[in-house]
Every structure is written in structure tokens, then in C-alpha cells.
């Protein structure tokens, strides 16, 4: 019997840039971007790059004909609900985009001038034209020397990077947002001007090269989330939130530095589940040997992290198990997303410095179990309490906790043994599988029984 359809309806983002035959940014990067974001994306190609991650090899501009074609193609049979402009390579197809932009929504002009390895891919008399661009643009989206050619300013801080985005907006866009990534510094600040607010999005630099194509895939994001309905700050905040993560879990591809993960967030996603099911699968493990060795009054906990885990709400926790407080439910272990706020800080702040560690149990550190750790293959460190106070939240006094366990030891320690300030030691014992985390706990509980 036939089966009915069931078609979806998401929006469509247009995306008028050049091919990257390397596959990490331009077009290419554009429409993975817009895919994972949940629209439709639609293109035309205006140059086709030969490229990959060590750099650009040669490059070739359409006819202006070729790309106006592909433009009114998508426009005639697609309700097209966000554009995004990337490399424009001359003035003939920026004035082609200028033409067509009083009947285009939510313009993201990211003004590619300059590749990530350092190639020019924009003609110098092409650098004039953009001017005409920008007055159409409902945003803006240049990095620190890209803004620098828009308004002949000198960009070193945030504040430089302020002035040079109410430039812009003088121009005539709607609004400017000025990346932070080329200005030095610890933090990147990445600053969003309109004509009546500034905004400005912090967050820590990643320590790594791999960001090709990070400018095409912050501004297909924000394309896309205005394709969605959100409104400008909205946008900019995923955006740039995507962008965070997509960098620090790039993509360790070809023999320069990679390409950003441009599905980072969708990946992450769908991991949830497999996650969650893990989470289980430990506690109906542990369940099947005698535990009461590391058993508090509260019995134990367990935690999962998403593979590209970043927040609480990315780990799958469940508390009191195995112990006195155990549920006797028969359906099992209640595992959910942003429980167990302790345990959550303490696997996110190691996977700070091991982003390889995925799951973690917490339980009693006592004098049984702590004299059984040597049987454990790896590294123990012990974090005193005065570690752990100040004036700040449980969790950050965890994070910080294990901050200092990492920073002290050689290695990436597979056990932590916090002290408490009244006795109440916790032994949280980390591994990157399940498989890894359970034959740790039964190492442990085996040497206790020995």
C-alpha cells in the first residue's frame, strides 16, 4: 500500500559565494551550516577556488551573466527568507548583488576579502564597491581587518572594534557585528553595533589554527536563525555560540590546519540519546556487584557528556543510585539532561583540559577505597577542600577543584579524590567509554574485596 507524504516546509536561505574545493569554507561550508540549522539553503556560486587547508591554488570568477542567472533561477521558485553574501571576488557581482538586494530579506553581508591562510580573494578596486553593498545590508559581519579596509581605522580592542562598527552602520547598514578572532587577547569579544544599542558576545579563545571557513559559517548561522524568525541579537548569540564550539571541535582534516565543524551542534544533538541509554547502561551494570564500599548516604551518581558537550544541559546525569536512596522503579535509573549539577561541573571542567572524557561516577572516598586506588592504571589526584572554597557557587568550587587536579598532574588523571571539609570525601573516577569507567570502578571494588 502506498504511504502518504508528509513534507516539511522549512525556510530558504540563499547563499551567493564562492566554491571551496577543499570543502571547508564558501559555498560549501555555507550549505552544510544551513542545512544543520534547519532551513533549506540555496546557492550561487560567483567563483570557483582550487584550495584546500594549506592554502588557495588558483581561482576563477564566473561571468556576471552565470551568476545573475543562478540568482533569479532561486528567486523564481524559492520564498527565499535570509541571503548571505560571502566572496564577491569583484565589483561587477557586488553591483549584481546590490541591483537584487532591495528585494532580498535579511541580508548577511560577510564581506570576504582576505582568506583564513592570508590570500587575497577580492580585487583592490573591488574593495570600494562594498560600500554600496553595505547600505543594504541588515547586518554586516567583518573581521577585525576586514573592518579595517571598510573604515580605515586601526583595530587592537574592543573599543576600536565599537567605533569601527558604528562606521558601518554610518554606511547604511542596519547593523555591524565586529569579530573578535584577529584582535589579541585571551578572550575573543566579538562586538555588535546598531544604530542604537552595542552588544558585545565574550567568549575564550580556542587554542588552535583550524578555523577555515569559520567567517562563512558564523554568517550562514546567523542567516539561518534569521531565516527562523529570531531577532538580530538572538541570531548573533547562536551564531556566535555555534561558531565557539564548532572551533574548539574542528575537524582535523588534510595537512594544514582543518576546517571548523560545521555540524558540530546537530551532531551533538544526536548524540543525546545513545548518551542518555550509556548513562543506563553503566547503572545496570554497577547493580549487578555488591557496591556498598563506595556508597555514601546517598549512594552514588553517574554522568554522560554529550561528545561535543559544553553546558549542563549537555550531560546526562542520574543521583542516588545503587544506594539507600535508590529508586525501586523497575523501568530503571531516571538519567536526565542537566541533573546532578556537581557531578556535570566536575566531567565538564576536566574535559576542559581532556575533552576526550565522556562519563564519570562520583562516590565515597573512604579509607577502604582510597587505599585500594593503587590498583587503578593511571593517574589519582587528591584536591583538598581549601582548593574548593570561596565565595562562588558548588559547582564552580568543583570546577575549580579539578582545574587544580589537572594542573598538578602529568597527565590526564583518571580519578579525583576531593576532601571535604568535614569528612565528607567524594572519589570521582573518569574515563572516555563506558567500558573504560566500568572496568575502573570493578578494578577498584576488586581490590577492596582482595
Same mark, same amino acid.
Given at each position: 500500500m502506498p504511504r502518504a507524504d508528509a513534507p516539511v516546509t522549512p525556510p530558504v536561505v540563499l547563499t551567493i559565494a564562492g566554491s571551496d574545493s577543499g570543502g571547508g569554507a564558501g559555498i560549501q561550508a555555507d550549505l552544510k551550516t544551513i542545512e544543520a540549522g534547519g532551513a533549506f539553503g540555496t546557492s550561487a556560486v560567483t567563483s570557483v577556488t582550487a584550495q584546500n587547508t594549506t592554502g588557495v591554488q588558483g581561482q576563477h570568477l564566473l561571468p556576471t551573466e552565470e551568476i545573475e542567472a543562478q540568482i533569479r533561477a532561486v528567486r523564481e521558485d524559492f520564498e527565499v527568507a535570509a541571503v548571505k553574501t560571502g566572496m564577491l571576488a569583484a565589483s561587477s557581482v557586488i553591483d549584481l548583488v546590490v541591483d537584487a538586494a532591495a528585494d532580498l530579506s535579511n541580508l548577511v553581508v560577510d564581506p570576504v576579502m582576505v582568506a583564513t591562510s592570508g590570500d587575497r580573494l577580492l580585487e583592490p578596486e573591488a574593495e570600494a564597491a562594498y560600500e554600496r553593498l553595505l547600505a543594504e545590508a541588515a547586518l554586516v559581519t567583518p573581521n577585525a581587518d576586514e573592518a579595517e579596509v571598510l573604515t580605515d581605522r586601526e583595530i587592537t580592542s574592543p573599543e576600536d572594534a565599537e567605533a569601527a562598527g558604528r562606521d558601518i552602520v554610518e554606511m547604511g547598514a542596519d547593523a555591524a557585528l565586529v569579530k573578535g578572532g584577529h584582535v589579541p587577547g585571551d578572550e575573543i569579544v566579538d562586538t555588535l553595533v546598531t544604530a542604537d544599542s552595542v552588544t558585545t558576545f565574550r567568549h575564550d579563545r580556542v587554542e588552535t589554527e583550524a578555523t577555515h571557513g569559520s567567517g562563512c559559517t558564523l554568517s550562514s548561522a546567523i542567516a539561518t536563525r534569521l531565516a527562523h524568525g529570531d531577532d538580530l541579537t538572538a541570531a548573533v548569540g547562536s551564531g556566535v555560540s555555534l561558531l565557539s564550539r564548532a572551533v574548539r571541535y574542528n575537524l582535523d582534516v588534510g595537512e594544514g590546519p582543518g576546517a571548523v565543524h560545521h555540524m558540530v551542534e546537530i551532531r551533538d544533538e544526536a548524540a543525546r540519546q545513545e548518551t542518555s541509554e550509556a548513562v543506563e547502561g553503566v547503572v545496570s551494570a554497577l547493580t549487578e556487584r555488591d557496591v556498598t564500599p563506595l556508597l555514601s548516604e546517598s549512594g552514588a551518581a553517574v554522568a554522560g557528556a554529550t561528545p561535543y558537550a559544553e553546558t549542563p544541559v549537555e550531560v546526562a546525569a542520574v543521583e542516588g543510585v545503587l544506594g539507600p536512596t535508590a529508586s525501586d522503579d523497575r523501568r530503571g535509573p531516571c538519567v536526565r539532561f542537566g541533573a546532578v549539577a556537581d557531578l556535570a561541573a566536575c566531567l565538564l571542567a576536566a574535559r576542559e583540559h581532556d575533552p576526550e572524557l565522556r562519563f564519570a561516577v562520583t562516590c565515597r572516598a573512604s579509607e577502604r577505597v582510597e587505599s585500594? !586506588?593503587?590498583? !587503578? #592504571?593511571?593517574? $589519582?589526584?587528591?584536591? #583538598? &577542600?581549601? #582548593?574548593? !572554597?570561596?565565595?562562588?557557587? @558548588? @559547582? /564552580?568550587?568543583? &570546577?575549580? +577543584? $579539578? #582545574?587544580?587536579?589537572?594542573?598538578?598532574? /602529568? /597527565?590526564?588523571?583518571?580519578?579525583?579524590?576531593?576532601? +571535604?571539609?568535614? +569528612?565528607?570525601?567524594e572519589l570521582t573516577v573518569l574515563s572516555p567509554t563506558v567500558d573504560g569507567l566500568l572496568d575502573r570502578v570493578e578494578r577498584l571494588l576488586d581490590a577492596i574485596e582482595g
Open positions: 585500594a !586506588l593503587s590498583a !587503578l #592504571d593511571g593517574t $589519582v589526584v587528591t584536591v #583538598d &577542600s581549601a #582548593d574548593r !572554597l570561596g565565595d562562588v557557587s @558548588a @559547582a /564552580e568550587r568543583v &570546577s575549580r +577543584g $579539578v #582545574d587544580r587536579a589537572f594542573e598538578t598532574s /602529568e /597527565e590526564s588523571p583518571i580519578a579525583v579524590v576531593a576532601r +571535604g571539609e568535614s +569528612g565528607a570525601d
